[in-house]
């Protein structure tokens, strides 16, 4: 197989694992195919390459990828997947010469700051424009974040594992949640926890334990047949008006929001708030009602401070590849 110009990005998640093949032209990198695995029916990413690759007659010049899971030296071994990425076993298992592997979320930052502003919605309408730092959150299998850190002339992605930081209550019906949850989990308990699709339905048994609302007949019927129970969350609260799944939705925002200023203030993210994953694209309603800013806000002396900052939602879910894709471009640059 002959080396070209061609570039392969990847986003390695929990749930799913997404590839794309793309040409590096004079205007840039042109979307060639791409393909969509489900990760856990793979022993690893290697596998899953050579069989995206397969029949290809030009090999990548190089490939860059982003994976859930902390990355020291060229390794990874992923947070929700049995398995452990290298750049030099996959190098030497494809013959890409060149490989290399961001977390997921440092990929998905690089990919938000060049979404156009149609891909954007702004849920803060006090929000006044600046130029800095830019914190980054998503909630989809887990909770990543990442900060674009601004040097004063361009932004650097930073990855980090703040979603696995300690969840930290700030109302008596979040002290029952985490007391509900130390004992589901023996200990422990992170924002994971909750801001993830695992974590909509433990919010949903919390508040189905406090008996907040019945439980619907149908809920039950749709879990028992396979249904992802976070999917089902956001879904029955808008389509079939749940009163738990609205109520679950209501507590998982409001906690969002809270962890979303937390890191804003720790990122000290003049430019802003970006939020990736496919949670808060999927339920727009709930996101934008109002409880999620509330949230984001309120954080004493500096809520003035908070209430001025941009905070938008990324409805393009591919921004973790399209990150990887331009990490990849500049390898061979």
Known sequence: ??????????????????????????????????????????????GIISDFLAGSETLPAAASFGVAGPVNDGRC?????????????????????????????????????????????????????????????????????????????????????GGHADFAPNSSEQDGLLRFLRAKFDGHVSYERILSGPGLYNVYQYLADKRIAPESAAFRDALISGEDPGKLIGQFAAMENDPLCRETLRLFVSVYGAEAGNWA??????????????????????????????????????????????????????????????NAAKLIA
């Open 77 to 161: 071994r992923t947070t929700n997947l049995p398995w452990v990425v290298e750049e030099s076993v996959i190098s030497n298992h494809t013959g890409i010469p060149v490989v290399r592997l961001l977390n997921d979320l440092q990929a998905m930052a690089l990919g938000l700051a060049r979404l156009p502003q149609e891909d954007l919605v702004e849920l803060n309408p006090n929000a006044q424009a600046s130029i800095g730092n830019i914190a980054v959150i998503a909630a989809g299998t887990g909770c990543g974040e990442a900060m674009l850190y601004w040097d004063g002339q361009t932004h650097h992605a930073i990855a980090t594992e």
């Open 1 to 46: 197989m002959e080396l070209g110009n061609l570039l392969l990005a990847g986003d390695i998640g929990g749930t799913k694992t997404k590839l794309a093949l793309y040409q590096l032209g004079e205007n840039g990198l042109m979307p060639l195919r791409e393909g969509t695995y489900k990760s856990i029916n793979h022993d690893g990413l290697e």
């Open 265 to 326: 203030l720790k990122a000290l993210a003049y430019g802003g708030l970006l939020i990736g994953g496919g949670i808060a694209a999927k339920n727009l309603a709930a996101m934008t009602n109002g409880d999620f800013m509330a949230s984001f806000r309120d954080k004493g002396r500096f809520s003035e401070w908070m209430g001025k900052l941009s905070v938008k939602i990324a409805l393009n879910q591919d921004s973790g590849l399209l990150g990887a894709a331009h």
